[in-house]
């Protein structure tokens, strides 16, 4: 059975992931800590999945940083059930080389386990951010054959 985390300790972890100080963030992290940040790895070099504190840790100290200077993060809602977290979130940045502010829409869901993130989901609106970093709007045509496929029968 597992405990349920105090939201003190949910309140204390998102004050260390804003600061965005790995010497903040890695007490929050178990050791075998499973990230997820689901987006376009192409695009977003950051997202993927991460196994380990010390791989999660090279996300804040190197990944990140890389691609976009992180200056805003704005928690809209939270939700804390049992030992399990969700967040909608605005976060904001600059994008390293062209100078470009990007701001985007993220979904976060985390697990702890004796005041610990053991496992952290996060949802971006990918689709926004990517057209954000690349500059112009990504036109996208629909797959006739999928879209027939997927409405045949459908009356």
Known sequence: MTSPVAPSVVQAFYLAY???DPARIAPFLADDAEWL????VDIFPFCGYRRGKDAVM??????IPQILDIRGFEPQELLIDGDQAATLNRISGIQSGTGR????????????????????RSIIDSFDAAEQIVGHRIEVEPDRESSDAMYAGRH
């Open 37 to 40: 940040i689901a987006g376009p």
């Open 58 to 63: 090279a996300l804040f100290k190197h990944d």
């Open 18 to 20: 804003v600061s965005r």
């Open 101 to 120: 502010i990007i701001s985007y829409r993220c979904a976060q869901f985390l697990r702890f386990k004796d005041s610990k993130v053991v496992s952290f």
